[in-house]
């Protein structure tokens, strides 16, 4: 199957500014998800979207982010007002039960 | 509630001697679980899944329900084993143990 690519692999942004993370191409799965990874710390799970909605979402995913699917391949979290404690590696996955997750890898975001 | 524990950051062996990595988990449904490394700063790569029952680069795991476990093992560890090793039970959604950190020197 082919990858799951991300982009761009870096970005660092000022505290405050909005951040567009963005998951391409993806093939025709339903199943996506939003992971994060500080650094020195477990994967932590931040939202999954099934059917161009968001099916689960976790304490992490507050007001400040955003999925979509604006084209149907491209796959975006948005950050609206980054903070420092934002920064992070972010995965995105594509995936169900039995296949097992395929990861992005990875955008390192930077926030100063 | 759903849990994964991985209780050792780190495991350093040397090249050839035997490894295991602890995982236990916390579910009451029927488990679905997984293990994924992650190199040097690269992306999560599916390592092995339990119903597969399958060996990758040498490592096995078993589920022992009995035990909660999940433990993988390789009878000879190598240099380039070296990486992070994640457990991960599948619910709705993949919930990751905390790592561990396997160092295997020459």
């Known amino acids: 199957e082919p990858e799951v690519t991300q982009t761009p692999s870096h970005q660092v942004t000022q505290m405050g500014q909005e951040v567009i993370l963005r998951c391409v191409p993806i093939?025709?799965?339903?199943?996506f998800y939003w992971y994060r990874q500080i650094l020195g710390q477990k994967v932590e799970f931040l939202v999954s979207?099934?059917?161009?909605?968001?099916?689960?979402k976790s304490e992490i995913f507050d007001d400040q982010f955003s999925v979509e699917r604006p084209d149907g391949s491209n796959f975006t979290l948005k950050i609206r007002s980054t903070k420092l404690e934002d920064s992070a590696m972010y995965f995105c996955?594509?995936?169900?039960?039995?296949?097992?997750?395929?990861f992005g890898s990875g955008t390192r975001l930077t926030v100063v | 509630a759903q849990r994964v524990t991985q209780p050792e950051k780190l495991l350093s062996v040397f090249k050839g001697a035997p490894v295991e990595l602890k995982c236990n988990y916390s579910?009451?449904?029927?488990?679905?679980l997984f293990w994924y490394v992650q190199y040097s700063r690269q992306r999560l790569q599916l390592l092995l899944r339990?119903?597969s029952r399958e060996s990758i680069k040498g490592f096995t795991a078993d589920l022992n329900k009995g035990e909660t476990s999940f433990h993988l093992k390789k009878p000879f560890a190598q240099e380039e084993d070296s990486a992070m090793y994640y457990c991960?039970?599948?619910?709705?959604?993949?919930?990751f143990g905390t790592g561990t950190r396997l160092q295997v020197f020459p």
């Open positions: 093939s025709n799965h339903l199943y």
């Open positions: 996955a594509r995936g169900g039960q039995d296949s097992g997750y395929t």
């Open positions: 979207f099934y059917n161009n909605e968001i099916s689960e």
């Open positions: 339990h119903i």
């Open positions: 579910y009451s449904g029927s488990p679905e």
């Open positions: 991960a039970l599948y619910t709705d959604k993949l919930i």
